[in-house]
């Protein structure tokens, strides 16, 4: 038989499409399985033992598929999401050839268990070079790990095709079978014929845990073609699960279900995921199912905050709260990633608020948990990131017997256990660091740059050449998955540390970051709807301005992927549209910036531009979006009554205090003391010069700084003290000169004017 035709073995490898997101983002790794000892694949007898008493598939080797890494939490039997799809699995056309037996089988060989031995041989010795191929993506290392793959599911067939076997044997045997060729080939027919047949076999022998193990991932082998028709096999089975009180499945059934709603971004499916978890928290909450309530809130606060609807963020800190509300000291000595999970969304809830106080407070209760967690000699976190939800017993019979590993499993003490895997203990320290620098970021001139030194660390501990535990021994397509989202996690620190350099004028370090950043993005060919994409175009154009190349940055923001037109007419409100639509606002008023500068013709474009920004920013959640935009239209000459231009730069200066924006409210101060003392003699005149100077060094921008000490020194000439004077205005020059250099040249008094009057 051609099993390389049958298996579709040998597709050449390409990098999984990928998609973003932050924060949430995305974090899912899958855990390699327990390491095999070579002499069990000595002993014959043992391995024909093991598919006969113990369940489907071998713990050790049988990695459960995976979700993308931009959801929250997934279960281990998971499916990829099309968005973070592996690489082409397997073609039919590559020439793969099972080698020939050397001659006819002594009487006495166990042919059967020898097949069996072999196949978890080949498959482990593919999966030890899974994390080389991904990485190097060179066609011989393709070709010899889909060699092997082919030949594994060649012994698995003959097992099944050439022996009669007693029924949970062969179940166990078609189960890892149709799990491999689903996992490792897009043979879904095949896939799908042996989960029939095996749940034919279990439903008339009476296998219900075989059963419902294949019934699920016959769930995601449909899913991959039908969406719709994997929603209602589910809902059909979840009817029929919870009649016969089998709440353990019922449990892992619905999680199904939600994630296989969370790949399809539609408001009913939105809805249906919600509706689903609803149920598992009521259903946990009357059995007294602490951790799978919990777990069902973390899911529904990930659903609110992605969905970007108006009321997202209050239906967000709800679901929190409910699970807050559960014994999380308790579950923090058990359970620790749950824990974390929790803390890490009540964090982002904060950070988009913002509420800096609160952020920083949530911040060091993650800290801290984190901490505790890895500095433990025996911590309860797996360094693969998988754990169990504990489950309650039922009435008799209602129990899991066979546990199917990656999906249930017993605890020593009875009680039911529901697998879940997020990430490796290194990455999730990892995507902390992130979520520190992001939380710091506004502190970070003012506490010795603890926000850059977090994201650097960050990028130490994600380095691409530290090989994960999730990553060792794991089917290629899981690790092209964990590569990929390692990748996005270093863009996603580069990207906030570009943001942070930007902000104190670093620009020769914020394009050397910013570089590293469009590399990556060129490396994976990241698609212009993703964020990362456009969050490195309006980088791009925010250094191009700040180092005075003003025609090539206007050009920039005005690029098809900054568009604001095309972040608001795809009809689409979730939480990436929303990031997009902010980033073309930002863009937009940088634009404005450009073009109000009096050495500009006034074509009227300014205005037009404050008309499509206007309702947005207006009422905007996020305050520093409010402060920007009231400091823009302050500042410009569109305003032209005084008492608007009073009332704008008073809301910017109200709100950048509100949210501890150092660099808009030493902006703001400048444009007042500039605006409204300049010229003027007297005391009150000197201290608003001299506030704005300490608010710009507080900022760590030497760009403002420079203006500062350059309306300081006019300032105190106007007192009649020159000396002073000309000491500050020299500072003032020293400080221009080395921000940009030549920007004295297109300056007006020996330091950069900011063109107010």
Known sequence: MDYHARYQVGLPYKDPPQSAAFPPASFHIVPPPPPVHRQQYQNPDAYQARYENVPPHPPQSFPPPHQAPDQVLFERHGKIPSHHAPPDPVPSDAPVTAPKPPGPPSPSLNQQALLLSLAERYLEAAHSRGYRTALARRPSELEGYYRLIAIALACLEAVLQNWRLEPRAEAAIRLRYASVVFEETENDIEAETALSKGIALCERNRLVDFKYGMQHLLARVIHRKSPKAAAKFLDQIIQDVEAYHHTSWAYAFRFLRVS???????????????????????????????????????????????????????????????????????LAGKLPQLVALVYIFDLACSMIEPNPNHVLSKMQTVRELLDQIFHEQRSPISAEGHFSLPIHPGPPGSNVTHPIDGLLSRSEHGSDLLEFSWM??????????????????????????????????????????????????????????????????????????????????????????????????????????????YLSEYLEGVILQGTGHLDAALAQFQRPALAFGAATSAGRSDSGEALRRDVSILATLNTILILAAPSRPDDGSVDRLFAVVEPWCVSHHNRNIQAAYNLIKATSHATDLGIMRKNNIQAALNAAKSVANMQLTCIALNYMSGKYFRGVVGEQAVKSSQAAVKWAEDSSNSLWASVARGMLADTL????????????????????????????????GGHPDPGWS
């Open 260 to 330: 296989l709603s969370l790949e399809t971004p539609s408001a009913a499916e939105t809805t249906s995921a919600l509706q689903h978890l609803h149920a598992a928290a009521a259903t946990a909450n009357g059995r007294g199912d602490h951790a799978i309530f919990v777990m069902s809130a973390v899911l529904e606060t990930y659903i609110h905050l992605r969905s970007g609807a108006a009321d997202a963020l209050g239906e967000a800190q709800r679901a929190i709260a409910s699970a807050r509300s559960q014994p999380m000291h308790e």
């Open 717 to 748: 000439e106007v007192q009649g003290r020159v000396p002073e004077a000309t000491r500050v205005r020299a500072e003032a020059t020293d400080l221009a000169g080395r921000v940009v250099p030549g920007l004295l040249d297109a300056s007006q």
């Open 424 to 533: 490796p203990a290194r990455d999730l320290y990892a995507l902390a660091y992130l979520l520190n620098g992001a939380a710091t970021s506004h502190r970070n001139s003012q506490d010795g740059r603890k926000a850059e030194k977090a994201l650097e660390e960050g990028l130490k501990m994600a380095g691409e050449e530290v090989e994960s535990p999730a990553a060792k021994g794991q089917p290629l397509t899981v690790t092209a998955v964990w590569l990929g989202w390692r990748r996005r996690l270093r863009c996603y620190m580069r990207i906030q540390l570009t943001f942070v350099r930007c902000a104190r004028t670093d620009w020769a370090a914020a394009r050397w970051t910013l570089d590293h950043v469009r590399k990556d993005l060129s490396d994976f060919a990241a698609s212009p709807s993703e964020p990362l994409f």
